[in-house]
C-alpha cells in the first residue's frame, strides 16, 4: 500500500518534500514536484485527509447550513458556494434545519465538531449572541441573507424591507385599490421586514392598513393556497396579493383558479424570490428577485478571503445585494423588466 513514506523513497526526497508538494506545491522547484507527481500517479496515492489536518490543522471542508432543502431558492445558493470552493480543493458539508433555532445550533455544534475551515449560514433563525459558539473557536463564517445589526459580523444580504415596498407599490401604481398580504412565519426577522415594507407602501399612498387582509403562512406551496383561502373567506376578494415568497405565490395562484377567479384579470399576484419556476407557470409570476446564485458565490468568496488568511482578526464586511422588481403577466403587465427605484 502507498505511503508518503515510500513516494519519498522512490522520488529520491524527504517525506517533508512531499508533504509540501501535496499542502503547499508552490514551495517546491518544478523540477522535483513533477517527480513527485509522477510516483504520486504511478502507485495510486490517496492522502489520508484525517492525517493531513492533523498536521495542517485544516479539514478542505466547509459547513453550509441552509433552512430548507426543498426550496428552489437555496439549491441555487449551494451552487454558487460550491462553484467557489471546489476550485479551491474545498469539500462541502450540507445541513438542513427546517427554519428550526434548536436544529441549526445543533448543526453548527455538529460541523464544528467536523473542524470545518468556515460556516456558510443561510437565513438563520438564531439570535446575535448565540454565534459566540462559532466565534469562540475562531471558525470563520458568513450569514447569508439576514442583515444583523450591531454585530462584528460578515453578512451577505439583501433589503426585504425595500422589496416588500417595491412589490406593495408597484400594485398600487399600478391601480389595485385593495391589496392583501400572506406572510412568511412571524417569528422570523425577514417576514416582520416583509410586512413592514407592504405596511409602509400603503401607508405613503394613502391606503388603510387592515390587519384582517394579512395572513401567515408557512413558506410552502400549501400555505400559500391555504392563506388565500382564509383571506377569501374572511375578507372577500381582494384586488391583489403580495405574497412572501414565491411558492406561497405559487399556492396562491392555484386557489385563486379553484375559488373560480384568474390570475390577474380578478386577482392580480406578486411574489419574492425569482425562483426558476416563476417564469414557467401561467400566468408567469411577477416577483422581486434578488440574485441568488450571485449571493452564494459573494458569500463564498468572503469566507474563502477569511479561511485563507493568516491573520487571526480579519475585517467583517456587509455586502448589499439590491432587489428588483421583475414584472411578468400575473400583475396585469406584459413580461419586462422595470426598476422602480435606483
Do not use: W
Not at 179 to 193: D, K, L, T
Not at 291 to 304: D, I
Amino acid at each position: 500500500m502507498a505511503n508518503i513514506r515510500k513516494i519519498s523513497e522512490l522520488a529520491g526526497v524527504s517525506v517533508a518534500t512531499v508533504s509540501r508538494v501535496l499542502n503547499n506545491p508552490s514551495t517546491v522547484s518544478e523540477e522535483t514536484r513533477n517527480r513527485v507527481i509522477q510516483v504520486i500517479e504511478e502507485m495510486n496515492y490517496v492522502p489520508n485527509s484525517i492525517a493531513r489536518s492533523l498536521t495542517t490543522n485544516r479539514t478542505s471542508t466547509i459547513g453550509l447550513i441552509i433552512p430548507n432543502i426543498l426550496n428552489p431558492l437555496y439549491p441555487s445558493i449551494a451552487k454558487g458556494v460550491e462553484d467557489v470552493f471546489y476550485k479551491k480543493g474545498y469539500n462541502i458539508l450540507l445541513s438542513n434545519t427546517e427554519y428550526d433555532a434548536k436544529r441549526e445550533k445543533a448543526c453548527i455544534e455538529m460541523l464544528l465538531s467536523k473542524k470545518v475551515d468556515g460556516l456558510i449560514i443561510c437565513s438563520s433563525a438564531l439570535k446575535n449572541t448565540e454565534f459566540n459558539i462559532i466565534t469562540k473557536q475562531k471558525v470563520p463564517f458568513v450569514l447569508l441573507g439576514d442583515y444583523v445589526e450591531d454585530s462584528d459580523i460578515n453578512v451577505v444580504y439583501t433589503d426585504y424591507l425595500l422589496g416588500a415596498y417595491m412589490a406593495t407599490t408597484h400594485l398600487i401604481k399600478a391601480g389595485y385599490k385593495t391589496i392583501a398580504h400572506i406572510s412568511g412565519p412571524m417569528n422570523r426577522r425577514v417576514s416582520i421586514e416583509k410586512l413592514e415594507g407592504y405596511k409602509k407602501a400603503l401607508c405613503e399612498s394613502g391606503y388603510k392598513y387592515d390587519d384582517e387582509y394579512v395572513i401567515t403562512g408557512n413558506n410552502q406551496i400549501d400555505g400559500g393556497h391555504l392563506a388565500l383561502k382564509k383571506i377569501l373567506k374572511k375578507k372577500g376578494k381582494p384586488d391583489a396579493i403580495f405574497v412572501a415568497n414565491d411558492l406561497m405565490a405559487l399556492g396562491a395562484i392555484e386557489a385563486i383558479k379553484v375559488a373560480g377567479y384568474t390570475v390577474p384579470g380578478d386577482i392580480a399576484v406578486v411574489g419574492f424570490d425569482d425562483i426558476d419556476v416563476a417564469s414557467l407557470v401561467e400566468p408567469k409570476l411577477t416577483t422581486i428577485t434578488h440574485p441568488v446564485y450571485r449571493m452564494g458565490l459573494t458569500a463564498a468568496r468572503l469566507l474563502l478571503d477569511n479561511v485563507l488568511t493568516e491573520e487571526e482578526e480579519c475585517f467583517k464586511q456587509k455586502i448589499f445585494i439590491q432587489p428588483m422588481l421583475k414584472v411578468r403577466k400575473s400583475c396585469g403587465y406584459d413580461n419586462r423588466i422595470e426598476e422602480i427605484f435606483s
